[in-house]
T-cell receptor, first 114, second 111 residues
């Protein structure tokens, strides 16, 4: 158990819909990272937040957005869902936001878009 | 942008044998992390390499960072069934700790 929690564990929805994935980082961690893992794209970095502020963006679609709240939990919002958005979405957290910080991954949310 | 290639993509190993997975970058890396993901699980941090030529060992796992800091390797000796999973290298690509994961090496161990 990494100490990072993600809800829900599974999510099944239809194309065109909108969903929200939630992540609670380890106690004391200020940075939250979101990743998408699919069979054809591997593990792709989406976005990073540090203490409520966006720090880095990766291959995140405009239909996707995220935020980190004052209590440091984070939400990833996916809208206008397409079949290709079906994937595992991982959240990770680290103590700070430096080059050498270890990232601790949550169990993931499996999203299936039908 | 920075490209990371991890080879092989798949590795079938007989229990007790050794194997090595490689991570190659087109650019010089600041530091690199390795993660392991068991089937159905999430990535778990294994090690971080920072210095040129650095070698670190964790029991049967040996991690190495190339002298030019453009490649890294993971060598596992006397493979066990508990070594099953996908091993990812992940160079740190910016000062905020952003990782770029390689495609991973999926390891299958046969008894």
């Amino acid at each position: 158990d990494s100490g990072v929690t993600q809800t829900p564990k599974h999510l099944i929805t239809a194309t065109g819909q909108r969903v929200t994935l939630r992540c609670s980082p380890r106690s004391g961690d200020l940075s939250v990272y979101w990743y998408q893992q699919s069979l054809d794209q591997g593990l792709q970095f989406l976005i990073q937040y540090y203490n409520g502020e966006e720090r880095a963006k990766g291959n995140i679609l405009e239909r996707f957005s995220a935020q980190q709240f004052p209590d440091l939990h984070s939400e990833l919002n996916l809208s206008s869902l397409e079949l290709g958005d079906s994937a595992l979405y991982f959240c990770a957290s680290s103590v700070d936001t430096g080059r050498t910080d270890t990232q601790y991954f949550g169990p993931g949310t499996r999203l299936t878009v039908l | 942008g920075q490209q990371v290639m991890q080879i092989p993509q798949y590795q079938h190993v007989q229990e007790g044998e050794d194997f090595t997975t490689y991570c190659n970058s087109s650019t010089t890396l600041s530091n690199i992390q390795w993660y392991k993901q068991r089937p159905g699980g999430h990535p778990v941090f294994l090690i971080q390499l920072v210095k040129s030529g650095e070698v670190k060992k964790q029991k049967r796992l040996t991690f190495q960072f190339g002298e030019a800091k453009k490649n890294s390797s993971l060598h596992i000796t006397a493979t066990q069934t508990t070594d099953v999973g996908t091993y990812f290298c992940a160079p740190v690509t910016d000062s905020w700790g952003k990782l770029q994961f390689g495609a991973g090496t999926q390891v299958v161990v046969t008894p």
